[in-house]
């Protein structure tokens, strides 16, 4: 959730409306409760139940982007295969702006560093296989 949370909040500055950031944040916020305790995850499954929905109703790609973004690292807390969603999401938002996304994916998935090298080859791997990585932030070759 940590690594979710942190993706999300990365793309914030991203949106203008003020509205819509109060509404991801609490989210998130509801998302962190679960993390201690005293939200449950069905908690987070409507929050982001309700973040999908809005992001359906959207005309504004980078706001489509963000929204799912939040909605994929709210889900994290029922699923934590959702937590390449605030990735795969954030690569799309980042690329609307108009700027590159390689950066900013490389700075993403170097917030796994932290993990459990296990658990952070398996996670490598899975993004890679959806085309997001490089061999300076896996180590690897492609």
Known sequence: MAFASDVCRDLLEHLDRTDRRDLLTDALKTAEAWVRGTDKAGDCIAASRALHRIARETD??????????????????????????????????????????????DDALNL???????????????????????????????
């Open 112 to 142: 796994l560093k932290g993990l459990d090298e296990g658990l952070h080859a398996c996670f490598v791997r899975g993004l890679r296989s959806k085309g997001i990585g490089s061999d300076k932030t896996t180590g690897q070759k492609n």
């Open 60 to 105: 504004d790609p980078l706001e489509h982007h963000v929204i799912r973004a939040f909605a994929h690292g709210v889900a994290t807390a029922h699923m934590a295969d959702h937590a390449m969603g605030p990735v795969i999401y954030g690569m799309k938002a980042i690329r609307e702006t108009g700027k590159d996304p390689a950066t900013w994916k």
